[in-house]
């Protein structure tokens, strides 16, 4: 029963899943824990040992660990399908790469953290457990376990401290954590989310309030000042305050103003910055700071990689597209007059700050432009996420902080595993295009101007693309439909046809031209994204030219 003093929980809409040392209390706060919020609680362990008939003991006696995790990553997989849940699972089972993906897509993670001291006691008597009979006292053991799986158990979406006492104690806890995602109180929360990266990973934190203290968060990388390059636009809005954060911590700040637009992303400006930053006396190993939409991100990147054979960079997005997309992964790049970013390099930034509260400031159509690239995420490989985006997508738009936040960290998780996976685009890294090979032809043929903005033109490929794919056979057509029906539904284009204003003439050839300079043509051959269904992207270079030039001659029939 909820008391009068419990915080309101917002709906409960994803599993709620337990991660933590054996010993944390997984078990008996999972329990109660489901009976408070009105939920099933399954534990994994329990269900892996019905699926084996076996206990958990004798599958690593007859099979070994390997074998174990395989069958608990299938049982999590199984566990984490249908209605929600809360899901207690064992020591090891977050340790793995793939079941972590399942939790992130499919449920909301919670780390029981217990002390080393309550860990002892609880497990002291556990004799059945396999990796604590290595012939260490036991808590030689629980500490190298700590050690080993503390830094991945952090990764959780929420942490809460699991102490002696009453379980309920622990309860009540997740509870107000829980109600924090819904409410004001939300707003104070910071996520970090780590780009994996050899040598040049770093971290993208998410939260209101993040320009306000980015003074602390940035002095590391910078030699007494900030050189901080951003248009005018921003300028006025937020960077009084960048300016101010960087006083209190005893930083100096040189501000490169440009002008706002997708123009700014071309070679005059970028030769403009680059003599700006040399009479500025810029040196290497000193990190500049975008402050800034896509725009600046992208040319301060690129500036960043050419200058001095390399400097060091700051993101700091100031739209929803760019904190969810451009910011992430170091692609860097201006326009050419053949077309949008073709002339670039991938340099990774040292940190990435998404104060979620500069998105108040933003238009909707800017903050719409934006969503489309979350949608993204959803379309080409997170089903669960899309379903989520359908239920509180207009939230989003109309100022939820919470579910802002959400949807801002869900996105950058998902593009940091894919960056992380293939940095360079040599691969599945290509699935980040979706919609964008259609959208980047429609960019040139608008003059790369504000007539269309980039995730305007966005959403209107990712629904050409997968009504290519239904033409195809590939995805069922009411996937495409419904693809269409909840962007539309929010107010983004969705074809040719809904860019506004007067004397455009689209044709389908002109549109194929462009497709044919895309950065992705190999051996004169389109790499096309498509789907199967929701949440199913794939790449392909098997496409009839012909089928795509009589899609596009209809998209644009008047």
Known sequence: MITPSSPALPPIDRSIVLVGLMGAGKSSVGKRL??????????ADTEIEAAAGMTIAEIFAQHGEPHFRDGERKVIARLLEGP??????????????????????????????????????????????????????????????????????????????????????????????????????????????????????????????LIADAGQRMKRYLKGRAVVVTDETVAELHLPALRSALAAEGLGCEAVVLPPGEETKSFARLEQLCDRLIDLKVERREAIVALGGGVIGDLTGFAAAILRRGLDFIQVPTTLLAQVDSSVGGKTAINARKGKNLVGAFHQPRLVLA????????????????????????LLGDAAFFTWLEQHGE???????????????????????????????????????????????????????????HGE??????????????????????????????????????????????????????????????????????????????????????????????????????
């Open 34 to 43: 489901a009976q408070r919020l009105g939920l099933p609680f399954v534990d």
């Open 84 to 209: 929600p849940k809360v899901l207690a699972t064992g020591g090891g089972a977050f340790m793995d790469a793939e079941t972590r993906r399942l939790v992130r897509q499919r449920g909301r993670s919670i780390w029981l953290k217990a002390d080393l001291d309550v860990l002892v006691r609880r497990c002291a008597r556990r004799t059945h457990r396999p990796l604590l009979n290595q012939g260490e006292d036991l808590a030689t053991t629980l500490k190298r376990l700590m050690d080993l799986r503390h830094p991945i158990y952090a990764e959780a979406d929420l942490t809460v401290e699991s102490h002696d006492g009453p379980h309920e104690r622990v309860v009540e806890a997740i509870v107000a954590r829980l109600g924090r995602q819904g409410g004001p109180a939300a707003d104070t929360e910071i996520e970090t989310v780590p780009v994996e990266l050899a040598g040049r990973s770093y971290d993208i934190l998410v939260g209101r309030g």
């Open 355 to 378: 104060d979620t509260a500069v998105l108040d400031s933003l238009p909707r159509r800017h903050l719409l432009a934006g969503y489309a690239e979350v949608a993204k995420y959803g």
């Open 395 to 453: 939230a989003i738009i109309a100022g939820d902080a919470a579910a802002r936040r959400q949807a801002v960290v869900t996105s950058c998780r998902h593009k940091a595993r894919i960056v992380a996976a293939d940095e360079r685009e040599d691969g599945d890294r290509a699935l980040l295009n979706l919609g964008h090979t259609f959208g980047h032809a429609l960019e040139a043929e608008t003059g790369f101007s504000d007539r269309l903005l």
């Open 457 to 558: 033109a966005v959403s209107i490929g990712m629904c050409l693309a997968f009504d290519l794919s239904a033409r195809l056979g590939f995805c069922p057509r009411e996937d495409a439909e419904r693809a269409r029906r909840h962007l539309a539904g929010l107010g983004l284009p969705t074809s040719p046809r809904d860019i506004p204003g007067q004397g455009l003439n689209l044709s389908g050839p002109a549109l194929w031209h462009h497709m044919q300079q895309d950065k992705k043509v190999a051996d004169g051959r389109i790499t096309f994204v498509l789907a199967r269904g929701l949440g199913q992207a794939f790449l392909t270079r098997d496409v009839d030219p012909a089928a795509v030039q009589a899609l596009l001659d209809e998209a644009v029939a008047a």
